[in-house]
């Protein structure tokens, strides 16, 4: 099994920029493809970022040139630094691993979820 803890949220006027981690213990995910979903209310939970084992990366384009997913060597951490943050990307923010090696949008390719952390972007 693996737990994973995401932190980093809050509350940030527009144009701001915050980071996310999400933290993976109970074992290694180094091979593993991990990803950062969001859930608005009354929504359904979307892509917003993947990384393969590799360190490639893939971003959905309503993230693509703001955010910026990485990862540690060990790959058991995970960020996701976020600029020019807009009120649309108030969301539930979830970090997930893939026991694929390669990250995918597709919420179901997903094994492991963390519990969330709230962003709240202020216009």
């Known amino acids: 099994q693996v737990q994973l803890v995401e932190s980093g949220g809050g509350l940030v006027q527009a144009g701001g920029s915050l980071r996310l981690s999400c933290a993976a213990s109970?074992?290694?995910?180094?091979?593993?493809?991990m990803g950062w979903f969001r859930q608005a209310p009354g929504k359904e939970r979307v892509f917003v970022a993947g990384?393969?084992?590799?360190?490639?990366?893939n971003y959905a384009d309503a993230a693509k040139g703001r955010f910026t997913i990485s990862r540690d060597n060990a790959g058991n951490t995970m960020w996701l630094d976020m600029n020019s943050l807009k009120a649309e990307d108030t969301a539930v923010y979830y970090c997930?691993?893939?026991?694929?090696?390669?990250?995918?949008?597709?919420?179901?390719?997903?094994?492991?979820w963390g519990q969330g952390t709230q962003v709240t972007v202020s216009s």
């Open positions: 997930a691993v893939s026991t694929l090696p390669y990250s995918t949008s597709a919420v179901e390719r997903y094994n492991f």
């Open positions: 109970g074992r290694t995910v180094g091979d593993y493809a």
């Open positions: 990384i393969n084992w590799s360190g490639t990366t």
